[in-house]
């Protein structure tokens, strides 16, 4: 069924409104304060003085963007790639290597990189691309491989070329699977870029660990709930994306 | 027509299909029958290309199909498989609609021809349009299959086995079906089935096929009659001269009757069967009852009645578990037509 509920204009228009949304909240720092010093009424200072929210969030959001954009446009070839008939004999190769690495912790992956990547925005943005690139493309590889195997010999036989088979059948029939892949890897970027802060990225990553190093948890919490307001949007806005895309 | 020409295919050092050579007339049905991994499969595959030839050549209407591009080639060769592969993200008629729109048919040419095929396939088009497959039962599937394949009017359809994953009451009806349609629309057919009874029911010629190769290509009749060696004779089975009645209908043996009206009291007459001012079956006499409305019985016409076009194969297997030695003939609205008795079925193999 065609749920008339969620068509992609009002889920796009939902996801603008609900943004701007959360970057007021990250302008309003009379509440937070409020809010926090409410909470902590021992610390002197309960917001992180060196940046704004709001530029804290801007450069979080620049890591995500762009990393997510990269392993999406990038695991999604991959997955395509691999699937195909002529390149089948890499299929086992990536998707073994795609399930070991799913096996990796964030933390791990952030810290094994800093030796060899280096410190900085961009170290950081090259691990998150790496480590958000798995679950999309184990989620492609799912959905073009759940693909009933009936409805390709049919779609061939009736005389599509492989790109009408791919972009007619596979796709449309692989996309919760992909969907599925992209909403965890940008889930769990967000959570892995505030980790980058430690090696330098900047971001809602910064008063977290300033607030470790001080013991300041006033400041632990303000960037934690930021980031994990930015998640659970992110989370949302991808499961709109999925009822107003997904039809059956 | 389709013409294959030494056709063969290789995999490696096995071979699936050896040196096959077959001519398929214009507007007939030749079902290709065989044991599992006889090849007929792949022989099916070879017309369309989903399967390249290893060698030889297959003309259709007179052209080399290897002159094609394959998509351009079965764009115009209708497809249908046993696991019907509907695509479950569009609807019935997006469906159908598929091989049309791959031709660039405009849209009113595409709904009229989508709106056309369901009701040749009976079901309802403002009902089932704009359904998605998933709510489609098997049977109402596989016709939906069927008019897929049917819906850019190709010459040539290919079917493996479209009615094979259904229940065989539905199979049965499906099978009737598409020889009502087949008389109409008059295509070259290709039909693979490891079915002798489907073969013999649908087929004009069969070709049956043992490891790769063509064991005899012959009418059912021929085939019944003649078997050209063993393994056919084996896998038509020991009941061949039961399953020549399947080719034969009750209109071509059966004989007048004309019925005792349900208020005569005279019942000095040949017929044993009970008819209303109507024509319509009501019943049938027992030579020891005396007035004709006595007659009655809980049957109903439909339960011991059979209709012009059935096969003599099933009026007799009626006949054995109705414990009748005749039986009447119908038409859909009950009126009696004839009757059939043993004696005529059994002569029916006579009149081949």
Same mark, same amino acid.
């Given at each position: 069924?065609?749920?008339?509920?969620?068509?992609?204009?009002?889920?796009?228009?939902l996801?603008?409104?609900?943004?701007?949304?959360?970057?007021?909240?990250?302008?309003?720092?009379?509440?937070?304060?409020?809010?926090?010093?409410?909470?902590?009424?021992?610390?002197?200072n309960v917001?992180?003085?060196?940046?704004?929210?709001?530029?804290l969030?801007?450069?979080?959001?620049?890591?995500?963007a762009?990393?997510?954009?990269?392993?999406t446009?990038?695991?999604?070839?991959l997955g395509i790639?691999?699937?195909?008939?002529?390149?089948?004999?890499?299929?086992?190769?990536?998707s073994?290597?795609?399930?070991?690495?799913? #096996?990796?912790?964030?933390?791990?992956v952030?810290?094994?990189?800093y030796p060899?990547?280096?410190?900085?925005f961009?170290?950081?943005?090259?691990?998150?691309?790496?480590?958000?690139l798995?679950?999309?493309?184990?989620?492609?590889?799912?959905?073009?491989?759940?693909?009933?195997?009936?409805a390709?010999?049919?779609?061939?036989?009736m005389?599509? #070329?492989?790109?009408?088979?791919?972009?007619?059948v596979?796709?449309?029939?692989?996309?919760?699977p992909?969907?599925?892949?992209?909403?965890?890897?940008?889930?769990?970027?967000?959570?892995?870029?505030?980790?980058?802060a430690?090696?330098?990225?900047?971001?809602?990553?910064l008063?977290?660990?300033?607030g470790?190093?001080n013991?300041?948890?006033?400041f632990?919490?303000?960037g934690a709930?930021?980031?994990a307001?930015?998640?659970?949007?992110?989370d949302?806005?991808?499961?709109?994306?999925?009822t107003?895309?997904?039809?059956? | 027509?389709?013409?294959?020409?030494?056709v063969?295919?290789?995999?490696?050092?096995?071979?699936?299909?050896?040196?096959?050579s077959?001519?398929?007339?214009t507007g007939e049905?030749?079902?290709?029958?065989g044991?599992?991994?006889?090849?007929?499969?792949?022989t099916?595959?070879?017309?369309?290309?989903?399967?390249?030839?290893?060698s030889?050549?297959?003309l259709?209407?007179?052209r080399?199909?290897s002159s094609?591009?394959?998509?351009?080639?079965?764009?115009?060769i209708?497809?249908a498989?046993?696991?019907?592969?509907?695509?479950?993200?569009?609807?019935?008629?997006e469906?159908?609609?598929?091989?049309p729109?791959?031709l660039?048919?405009?849209?009113?040419?595409?709904?009229?021809?989508?709106m056309e095929?369901?009701e040749?396939?009976?079901?309802?088009?403002n009902?089932?349009?704009?359904?998605?497959?998933?709510?489609l039962?098997g049977g109402?599937?596989?016709?939906v299959?069927?008019a897929?394949?049917?819906?850019?009017d190709?010459?040539?359809?290919l079917?493996?086995?479209?009615?094979?994953?259904?229940?065989?009451?539905?199979?049965?009806?499906?099978?009737?079906e598409f020889?009502?349609l087949?008389?109409?629309?008059?295509?070259?057919?290709?039909?693979?089935?490891?079915?002798i009874?489907?073969?013999?029911?649908?087929?004009?010629?069969?070709?049956?096929?043992?490891?790769?190769?063509?064991?005899?290509y012959?009418?059912p009749?021929q085939?019944?009659?003649q078997?050209a060696n063993?393994?056919?004779?084996?896998f038509?089975?020991a009941?061949?001269?039961?399953?020549r009645?399947?080719?034969?209908?009750?209109?071509?043996?059966?004989?007048p009757?004309?019925?005792?009206?349900?208020?005569?009291?005279?019942?000095?007459?040949?017929?044993?069967?009970v008819?209303?001012?109507?024509?319509v079956?009501?019943?049938?006499?027992?030579?020891?009852v005396?007035?004709?409305?006595?007659?009655?019985?809980?049957h109903q016409?439909?339960?011991?009645?059979?209709?012009e076009?059935?096969n003599?194969?099933?009026a007799?297997?009626?006949?054995?578990?109705?414990?009748?030695?005749?039986?009447?003939v119908?038409?859909g609205?009950?009126?009696l037509?004839?009757?059939?008795?043993?004696e005529?079925?059994?002569?029916?193999?006579?009149?081949?």
């Amino acid at each position: 069924m065609i749920s008339s509920r969620n068509s992609l204009p009002r889920v796009l228009a939902l996801a603008v409104l609900s943004f701007a949304l959360i970057l007021f909240i990250f302008t309003q720092t009379r509440v937070w304060e409020i809010v926090l010093k409410f909470l902590f009424p021992l610390e002197q200072n309960v917001l992180y003085g060196t940046a704004s929210l709001l530029s804290l969030a801007f450069t979080h959001l620049q890591l995500i963007a762009v990393s997510s954009l990269i392993t999406t446009i990038l695991g999604v070839a991959l997955g395509i790639f691999v699937t195909r008939a002529s390149n089948r004999e890499f299929l086992p190769l990536v998707s073994g290597f795609t399930a070991l690495a799913q #096996t990796f912790p964030p933390v791990a992956v952030l810290a094994l990189s800093y030796p060899i990547l280096g410190f900085g925005f961009y170290p950081v943005l090259i691990a998150l691309c790496l480590y958000g690139l798995l679950p999309i493309l184990s989620g492609t590889l799912a959905g073009i491989g759940s693909v009933d195997t009936a409805a390709l010999e049919a779609a061939r036989g009736m005389g599509m #070329t492989g790109f009408q088979v791919l972009t007619r059948v596979e796709l449309p029939l692989a996309l919760r699977p992909m969907l599925g892949g992209i909403r965890t890897s940008l889930v769990i970027n967000i959570g892995t870029a505030a980790i980058g802060a430690a090696i330098g990225a900047g971001g809602l990553g910064l008063p977290i660990f300033a607030g470790l190093e001080n013991q300041n948890f006033a400041f632990v919490l303000e960037g934690a709930l930021s980031v994990a307001l930015l998640a659970l949007w992110a989370d949302w806005v991808m499961g709109l994306l999925e009822t107003a895309l997904i039809r059956s | 027509m389709i013409d294959l020409k030494n056709v063969g295919k290789k995999y490696g050092t096995t071979t699936a299909v050896n040196d096959l050579s077959l001519e398929v007339k214009t507007g007939e049905i030749c079902v290709l029958i065989g044991p599992s991994g006889c090849g007929k499969t792949t022989t099916l595959k070879m017309i369309n290309r989903l399967i390249e030839p290893s060698s030889g050549q297959i003309l259709i209407d007179g052209r080399d199909s290897s002159s094609l591009k394959p998509f351009e080639l079965r764009r115009g060769i209708g497809y249908a498989i046993q696991s019907v592969g509907l695509f479950p993200h569009l609807t019935v008629f997006e469906n159908i609609a598929v091989v049309p729109k791959l031709l660039g048919w405009q849209k009113p040419k595409i709904q009229a021809r989508v709106m056309e095929l369901l009701e040749l396939i009976g079901l309802d088009p403002n009902r089932y349009a704009d359904a998605y497959p998933k709510a489609l039962s098997g049977g109402q599937a596989q016709r939906v299959g069927v008019a897929r394949a049917l819906a850019a009017d190709p010459k040539v359809l290919l079917f493996d086995e479209p009615f094979g994953a259904v229940d065989p009451l539905t199979r049965e009806r499906l099978q009737n079906e598409f020889l009502g349609l087949q008389q109409r629309l008059k295509k070259t057919v290709v039909f693979v089935t490891h079915d002798i009874d489907e073969a013999i029911k649908l087929s004009d010629r069969i070709a049956i096929m043992k490891d790769g190769k063509l064991e005899q290509y012959a009418t059912p009749e021929q085939m019944l009659e003649q078997p050209a060696n063993a393994f056919v004779r084996d896998f038509i089975g020991a009941d061949r001269g039961l399953k020549r009645l399947a080719r034969v209908f009750v209109r071509d043996v059966m004989r007048p009757s004309a019925g005792v009206k349900l208020e005569d009291q005279n019942l000095r007459t040949s017929s044993v069967f009970v008819v209303d001012s109507g024509g319509v079956l009501r019943g049938w006499l027992d030579p020891k009852v005396s007035a004709a409305q006595d007659a009655f019985s809980a049957h109903q016409w439909q339960d011991i009645s059979v209709f012009e076009n059935t096969n003599v194969r099933e009026a007799l297997s009626r006949m054995i578990s109705l414990g009748f030695q005749v039986l009447p003939v119908v038409n859909g609205a009950g009126v009696l037509k004839g009757e059939l008795s043993l004696e005529q079925a059994m002569s029916a193999k006579g009149n081949l």
